[in-house]
T-cell receptor, first 112, second 112 residues
Framework: AQSVTQLGSHVSVSEGALVLLRCNYS??????LFWYVQYPNQGLQLLLK??????LVKGINGFEAEFKKSETSFHLTKPSAHMSDAAEYFC??????????FGTGTRLQVFP | DAGVIQSPRHEVTEMGQEVTLRCKPI?????LFWYRQTMMRGLELLIY????????DSGMPEDRFSAKMPNASFSTLKIQPSEPRDSAVYFC??????????FGDGTRLSIL
C-alpha cells in the first residue's frame, strides 16, 4: 500500500527565508509524486510533479522538489519565501496518477 | 478553458435532508474524482470514475452516499439522509490518464 507522511503540520518562515516542506512516501512500485497548494476557500492547484527522468523537478512560483529514492523523500523547497506563498501544501503519491494518496498537509505561514 | 465547475459553492441544510452536489469536469477529461476534506480526516478520496464508469468507490463512507456520472460532462454526489458529521468541503477533480488532476473550488457543506 502507498502512503505519504508530511512532517510538520505548521511551518513558519520570515519573508525572504528558505522554505522547506518535508514529504516522505511509501510505495511498493516506482511512484508518481506531486505537490499541490491550496489557498483559502479554493481547490488544490498543482505545483509540480515527478513521474520519471530528472529527479530535481521545478514547478510554478519558484518552487522545486527533489526525488530521493534512497531516502524515500520528495521535499519541497523555495529559496526565498514571499508573503503570497502562505497557504496549505499537500504532498501526494500515486502508482499511475489515476488515484492519488494525499498527505495530511502543511500550513505555511510567512511573516514580514 | 473553463476549469472544473462545482455547484453550489455553499450549502446549508438541516439534518435528514437530501443533499446533491454537482460537478462539471474539464471537457475532454475522462477521469473524475470526488474528495471530502475535513480538519479531522484531511483529504479523502470518496469515489472515482473513468469514462463515466465507477472504478473505485471504497472511500464512500456508507450507503447514505451515492455518486453518478450520467455523461462525460456531469456528475453528482448525493447524501440521503444527511447528518451533521457529513459537514465538510467536497471537491471534484478531473484528469486525463497519466496527467495531474485539476480541482474545482469545492462545495462547503454544513448540516445543522
Amino acid at each position: 500500500a502507498q502512503s505519504v507522511t508530511q512532517l510538520g503540520s505548521h511551518v513558519s518562515v520570515s519573508e525572504g527565508a528558505l522554505v522547506l516542506l518535508r514529504c516522505n512516501y511509501s510505495s511498493s512500485v516506482p511512484p508518481y509524486l506531486f505537490w499541490y497548494v491550496q489557498y483559502p476557500n479554493q481547490g488544490l492547484q498543482l505545483l509540480l510533479k515527478y513521474t520519471t527522468g530528472a529527479t530535481l523537478v521545478k514547478g510554478i512560483n519558484g518552487f522545486e522538489a527533489e526525488f530521493k529514492k534512497s531516502e524515500t523523500s520528495f521535499h519541497l523547497t523555495k529559496p526565498s519565501a514571499h508573503m503570497s506563498d502562505a497557504a496549505e501544501y499537500f504532498c501526494a503519491v500515486s502508482k499511475n496518477t489515476d488515484k492519488l494518496i494525499f498527505g495530511t498537509g502543511t500550513r505555511l505561514q510567512v511573516f514580514p | 478553458d473553463a476549469g472544473v465547475i462545482q455547484s453550489p459553492r455553499h450549502e446549508v441544510t438541516e439534518m435528514g435532508q437530501e443533499v446533491t452536489l454537482r460537478c462539471k469536469p474539464i471537457s475532454g477529461h475522462d477521469y473524475l474524482f470526488w474528495y471530502r476534506q475535513t480538519m479531522m480526516r484531511g483529504l479523502e478520496l470518496l469515489i472515482y470514475f473513468n469514462n463515466n464508469v465507477p472504478i473505485d468507490d471504497s472511500g464512500m463512507p456508507e450507503d447514505r452516499f451515492s455518486a453518478k456520472m450520467p455523461n462525460a460532462s456531469f456528475s453528482t454526489l448525493k447524501i440521503q439522509p444527511s447528518e451533521p458529521r457529513d459537514s465538510a468541503v467536497y471537491f471534484c477533480a478531473s484528469s486525463i490518464r497519466h496527467q495531474p488532476q485539476h480541482f474545482g473550488d469545492g462545495t462547503r457543506l454544513s448540516i445543522l
